[in-house]
């Protein structure tokens, strides 16, 4: 499965640390890797006036699945500006088939 960036992501941002390695097995709410991107904020200066600011707020990409990492489609320092596939996943259950908030296939519990 190819996992792609979301169109909810303050573009551009900045590759800064791939948090997992070919190979290792990433769970749904694992980190993949870290960026940093910068938006505009309004800030006051105490005397109460606002000044808008461009700052850079590092944060992280999570895994939206389970599975082993393949391979990666991005290397760290790199800048990307729209969504585009990020790494390849090898998923054990794709969950296609759900009954009552659980995979009829293996099992697991969907909701969580």
Request: hydrophobic share 35%; glycine share 10%; aromatic share 8%.
């Amino acid at each position: 499965m190819q996992l792609k960036l979301s169109t909810s992501l303050y573009y551009p941002i900045t590759v800064t640390d791939l948090l997992k390695k070919t190979g290792d097995e990433v769970s749904q709410g694992d980190g993949l890797f870290s960026y940093t991107y910068r938006t505009t904020v309004t800030e006051g200066d105490g005397l109460g006036n606002k000044v808008d600011v461009v700052r850079t707020f590092p944060t992280r990409f999570e895994s939206t699945v389970d599975g082993t990492l393949v391979a990666w489609k991005i290397r760290k320092g790199q800048v990307i500006e729209a969504p585009i596939n990020i790494a390849e996943i090898d998923e054990p259950c794709a969950h296609e088939v759900q009954f009552g908030g659980m995979c009829a296939n293996c099992g697991k519990d969907m909701t969580q």
